[in-house]
């Protein structure tokens, strides 16, 4: 689902409630540029003979280009677990980001593209032009605060530094004079027979005549004005206009009010500029007070995009139970290589990055408690060494994967037919795929590694995965002749779906353990002969995808013990029995808890190719 400046209020509430109801979230940043090593740069004192970088050294690369370039797209895919039906329900949100504020709050920004960058993004079709006309607009928690301290400086008139005028600017003077004359006529008003006006206008010379076609005040003489009756006229206020400025007498309660309606026009202008941090807020648990349930629009000027920030819940009840779901639990990040992504979300959304990797690593473990790299999910055990680790590629890998089961949501049908890559919704897409349907494989293998034995990285990459039909291969070995026969476990249902989680055992399965491609053979095992064991896999390894399939494998004595009551029913000469166990629950094939020993090893682990410790642990300052 795109999700434009236009239609940013009204999918606010979908996206916040998604982010509450998400088992985690998939992210990934499209940039305007990212570090790139210059051409014969001299090597640093803490650079091995090999020529790999420090973590440290890598972190500052990366955290000098996210202050120089900003970040372009967004892209956030919430996954919700429906455990009942034993599937993955998807939403991929995909949202441009406008790199320019609103100038009413001073906030200036400077926005640098790379041309490496621009070359790449462009040959995947990304509209340039997208971000300015279509972007949501975001302030970081830094640039939030900083517009705050300058609007109230700019209430505070004390402030306001005096012009002083010079003695050769006669023009300045003689309006300086007039302007005292007028105010006071005004306040010396003696005239009987005409009612004293309840304001004065300062205004050009001439300005009353008919025909008058000048320009009025300028910004030099206005501020002028202001002076005169702040310093001057202390029972006076100013109010400006476009071409005049007002006078009134003061009146507190007016005065008060006056001054209520401008904080509360500049808290809700706030609240749309910082935009699209609400989601991230929502993420790590930040304040949301600021965003209200009700709709209410008004007309401010002509300009039909001004509204009272409000977000259409269905009721006040929906967003409170949305508001604490998000503030109880902080929602596990998810991303491909995202060890850069986190850096540049960082510096886009919360502000200055810390000088020290250490500290980041601390700060952004507070803000998300687990995150979960793909791409060293995908090459923990070679270290990155000759593996196929891009995201295309573990995508393609995991294709004829059919579990666990994952659905595109009906309301986000824009990636059920095409896949537009490097567009960051589709790689958040891509992304949470790949988390799932990996994750379920590894678990599956017994591919659970000691997570303080973490090999080291390389830039060359390569990947091993179990057979990609669905199966995890079994390897029953022979004591005599020493061959191995390969089970799958796979078994398609009649809709050419697999029913059962792989290389998970049914009950009553009393076959022993497998090992796995690539796993060292250190148990032995008792010596079965070469057709006891395949019979014993054959009659055990396998569900059945129907009742039916049953009848298959019974013997006939064993069809009079075990035959189903519902078959019971179709069987000559056989009554039902009148009492039936409830079958069992549905097997299905799920990702591994987070709650489970399988992510101690894999979660808060980042994967940093040509660094000498290839890993980044977040959290963690080893």
């Known amino acids: 689902m795109d999700v434009t400046r236009i239609t940013f209020q009204r999918h606010l509430s979908l996206v916040l409630e998604s982010i509450a109801g998400a088992k985690f979230v998939a992210l990934d940043l499209e940039l305007s540029g990212i570090p790139g090593r210059q051409p014969n740069a001299p090597r640093r004192a803490n650079e091995g003979s090999g020529g790999k970088q420090s973590l440290q050294h890598r972190y500052e690369e990366n955290k000098k280009a996210a202050e120089r370039y900003q970040v372009l797209q967004m892209g956030i895919t919430c996954i919700e677990e429906d455990i009942d039906r034993g599937i993955y329900i998807a939403r991929p949100f995909n949202i441009c980001l406008n790199p320019v504020p609103d100038e009413r709050l001073e906030i200036e920004r400077i926005i640098s593209y790379q041309s490496g960058a621009v070359e790449f993004l462009l040959s995947h079709r990304f509209r340039m032009e997208a971000p300015y006309l279509e972007g949501v607009p975001y302030l970081s928690r830094e640039e939030e605060a900083l517009a705050r301290r300058l609007w109230l400086s700019r209430q505070d008139k004390a402030a306001v530094m005096d012009i002083k005028l010079r003695d050769d600017d006669p023009e300045s003077l003689e309006f300086v004079r007039r302007v005292r004359n007028e105010i006071d006529g005004w306040k010396n008003w003696n005239d009987e027979e005409v009612p004293k006006p309840g304001f004065l206008n300062i205004a050009p010379i001439g300005h009353?005549?008919?025909?008058?076609?000048?320009?009025?005040?300028?910004?030099?003489?206005?501020?002028?004005?202001?002076?005169?009756?702040?310093?001057?006229?202390?029972?006076?206020?100013?109010?400006?206009?476009?071409?005049?400025?007002?006078?009134?007498?003061?009146?507190?309660?007016?005065?008060?009010?006056?001054?209520?309606?401008?904080?509360?026009?500049?808290?809700?202008?706030?609240?749309k500029e910082v935009g699209l941090r609400w989601l991230v807020e929502a993420m790590v648990g930040g304040d949301l007070n600021a965003l209200d349930p009700a709709v209410s629009r008004r007309n401010n000027g002509g300009r039909s995009d001004e509204t009272h920030y409000r977000i259409p819940w269905r009721s006040d009840q929906q967003f409170l139970q949305a508001q604490a779901s998000l503030k109880e639990k902080k929602t596990i990040l998810v991303g491909h290589n995202v060890f850069m992504d986190l850096i540049n979300l960082y510096a886009c959304f919360f502000g200055n990055l810390p000088d020290r990797v250490e500290d980041f690593q601390r700060t952004i473990h507070q803000l998300f408690p687990m995150i979960i790299d793909t791409k060293f999910l995908a090459t923990y055990e070679n270290g990155a060494r000759n593996v196929k680790s891009s995201l295309e590629e573990l995508d393609e890998e995991l294709q004829h994967v059919q579990v666990p089961v994952i659905e595109i949501h009906p309301d986000h049908p824009k990636y059920n037919d095409r896949q537009p890559l490097h567009e960051a919704g589709c790689d958040s897409f891509l992304t949470a795929k790949v988390l799932i349907r990996l994750s379920a494989k590894l678990e599956a293998a017994g591919r659970h590694i000691n997570p303080t034995a973490i090999p080291p990285s390389d830039d060359e990459e390569a990947y091993e995965t179990a057979p990609e039909d669905g199966g995890v291969l079994l390897d029953v070995s022979n004591s005599e002749s020493g061959s191995t026969t390969s089970v799958s476990t796979s078994l398609k249902t009649p809709s050419g779906e697999s029913s059962i989680s792989e290389g998970v055992p049914l009950d009553g399965a009393t076959y022993e353990a497998p090992s796995f491609a690539g796993a060292s053979k250190k148990k032995k095992k008792k010596k079965k002969s070469k057709g006891a064991v395949k019979a014993a896999v054959n009659r055990k390894a396998f569900s059945h995808a129907t009742?039916?399939?049953?009848?298959?494998?019974?013997?006939?004595?064993?069809?009079?013990?075990?035959?189903?009551?519902?078959?019971?029913?179709?069987?000559?000469?056989?009554?039902?029995?009148?009492?039936?166990?409830?079958?069992?629950?549905?097997?299905?094939?799920?990702?591994?808890?987070?709650?489970?020993?399988?992510?101690?090893a894999y979660s808060n682990r980042l994967r940093v190719n040509g660094t000498a410790e290839g890993v980044c642990n977040v959290g963690s300052d080893d």
Do not use: C
């Not at 025909?211 to 206020?237: C, M, S, W």
């Not at 006939?556 to 029995?577: D, F, H, I, Q, Y």
């Open 208 to 271: 009353e005549l008919m025909g008058y076609t000048g320009r009025g005040l300028n910004n030099f003489q206005k501020r002028l004005v202001h002076q005169i009756v702040r310093a001057e006229y202390p029972d006076l206020v100013t109010v400006s206009r476009a071409e005049f400025i007002r006078i009134v007498a003061y009146n507190k309660k007016r005065e008060d009010a006056l001054q209520d309606a401008k904080l509360k026009g500049f808290e809700e202008r706030l609240t």
């Open 547 to 600: 009742v039916f399939d049953l009848l298959g494998h019974l013997s006939s004595a064993e069809e009079e013990e075990n035959v189903s009551p519902v078959l019971a029913k179709t069987l000559p000469g056989r009554k039902p029995e009148k009492k039936t166990a409830p079958p069992p629950p549905p097997k299905f094939t799920m990702m591994p808890s987070f709650d489970g020993e399988f992510w101690k």
